[in-house]
């Protein structure tokens, strides 16, 4: 079992900036793939970045590409998402969520076998 727990969203305005963390326990999360996803009301849930196991290659989506940057840190066992230049479609409850490296795709959120609870991002204009 894995348990992830974000933190770090709120309230900013259109142009801010916002860092989200993922911390993992109950397991080292050097053999997952950790990906972020978000849910804004009334829409499917999306994936939003993805990363490798050590972090040398990195996914997104091409509404972030450009603004948002995914970094892990496995001595923490932790994940973070970089969000500058936000915009208020960036508005949803964003997901840390876990695969193990060697099945599934980056882009499929049926793919992930863990997920955090969300914490919620409001970009306002």
């Known amino acids: 079992q894995v348990q992830l727990v974000e933190s770090g969203g709120g309230l900013v305005q259109a142009g801010g900036s916002l860092r989200l963390s993922c911390a993992a326990s109950g397991r080292t999360l050097n053999s997952y793939i950790m990906g972020w996803f978000r849910q804004a009301p009334g829409k499917e849930r999306e994936f939003v970045a993805g990363i490798s196991r050590n972090g040398g290659s990195t996914y997104y989506a091409d509404s972030v590409k450009g603004r948002f940057t995914i970094s892990r840190d496995n001595a923490k066992n932790t994940v973070y998402l970089q969000m500058n230049n936000l915009k208020p479609e960036d508005t949803a409850v964003y997901y840390c969520?876990?695969?193990?490296?060697?099945?599934?795709?980056?882009?499929?959120?049926?793919?992930?076998?863990?997920w955090g609870q969300g914490t919620q991002v409001t970009v306002s204009s």
């Open positions: 969520a876990v695969r193990p490296y060697y099945r599934g795709s980056y882009y499929q959120e049926k793919d992930y076998d863990y």
